[in-house]
């Protein structure tokens, strides 16, 4: 009798530790959160946010099919890169960290009232991650990851500044800026403990519209408004865009300006489309303003050469729910539509 309890006994632990090797391989397999991809960026930004640069470079290589420097190249010509923080950073960054544009899943440049920042989708696990970073001559302490500009310079680093403050953030995510700051409140963000941009409705309205778009910029009304304003090019640029607007009819102010580029009309390989989408206080305010910006996405191509039409044509325009939307063929020969160099009467105050 009792050698039965006594093997019962046994198997009885033996079970109980079995299942406890499960639950605990099952909590190590799951420790790490899915990766998130470039939609889930409004989750990552302060709701406060002025502007928001994103490029998806897994669609971009995915859609053009190239990689390595015909990568860069083909995604320049296309105006797909213009936003990209990191084509324009040092090697220390591509070279000693592995985050480049064929690497990385996508990025996202960030304009607080903090700072500047940057977010990487990038690849690998967070141990290889701080591997990386330390090997590279980063130090940690309090969860971020510093190092100094000089030793960024070293390869004859451009543009190290963004890369100098590192925070390590859920689903295989990096915040990266030049001041801790903004890491910090990268993180705060990440973690929930303070506001989001999707948990503003009216952003995320106009947001969803980024959906199908391989590079887009997102600006508040200040921003949006600044980026555009014919003025900016000169007392002629202006007058010509007062007259089309006279012609056009009155431009109200939007709450949110949405620009990108993404796959063509039909998908056709080689060819993209280009979407701005403006966000208004209601329906009514922003099926007014498509008719009027629609008038206006035609003819000379104020502040630019050409006409509109030798850069983008007008598909259609259309409203969704409260916000406007033109809908753009680009053409070949298109002028950089997301420098941001020069005016857009369309999409301007």
Not at 133 to 154: F, M, N, P
């Amino acid at each position: 009798m009792r050698v039965r309890r006594r093997r019962a006994t046994r198997a009885l632990v033996a079970t109980v530790v079995l299942v406890a090797a499960v639950v605990g391989g099952v909590a190590v397999a799951d420790s790490r959160s899915p990766d998130l991809d470039a939609s889930d960026v409004a989750r990552l930004v302060p709701a406060g946010v002025t502007s928001v640069d994103v490029v998806d470079w897994s669609s971009v290589r995915g859609r053009l099919g190239v990689s390595g420097d015909d990568l860069l190249v083909e995604a320049s010509r296309r105006d797909l890169a213009t936003r990209s923080t990191l084509v324009s950073s040092d090697v220390v960054v591509n070279d000693g960290l592995g985050w480049s544009p064929s690497t990385v899943r996508w990025e996202a440049f960030v304009q607080t009232g903090v700072g500047t920042g940057v977010l990487i989708g990038v690849p690998g696990s967070p141990a290889r991650t701080e591997e990386l970073l330390r090997e590279v001559g980063y130090v940690e302490a309090d969860g971020t990851w510093s190092i100094e500009v000089a030793t960024l310079r070293a390869d004859g680093a451009a543009t190290p500044g963004t890369f100098v403050n590192v925070r390590l953030l859920d689903g295989g995510v990096v915040a990266a800026s030049s001041e801790a700051a903004v890491v910090d409140q990268l993180a705060d963000v990440a973690a929930g403990r303070t506001a989001a941009l999707a948990d503003d409705p009216g952003a995320l309205h106009v947001w969803a519209r980024a959906g199908g778009l391989d590079a887009f910029a997102l600006q508040d009304a200040a921003a949006g408004c600044a980026s555009t304003d014919p003025a900016e090019a000169g007392q002629d640029v202006a007058a010509q865009a007062e007259v089309a607007v006279t012609a056009a009819g009155s431009l109200r102010p939007y709450r949110w300006l949405l620009r990108g580029l993404g796959e063509g009309p039909d998908g056709r390989l080689g060819e993209d489309r280009f979407e701005v989408a403006m966000a208004y206080e209601a329906g009514p305010a922003a099926a007014e303003q498509a008719e009027v910006r629609a008038r206006l996405a035609t003819g000379p191509f104020i502040g630019q050469s050409g006409t509109v039409e030798q850069s983008i044509e007008l598909r259609r325009h259309l409203v969704d729910g409260d916000v406007a939307v033109l809908d753009f063929q680009r053409q070949e020969a298109a002028v950089s539509l997301m420098a941001f160099s020069a005016p857009f009467v369309a999409a301007s105050c």
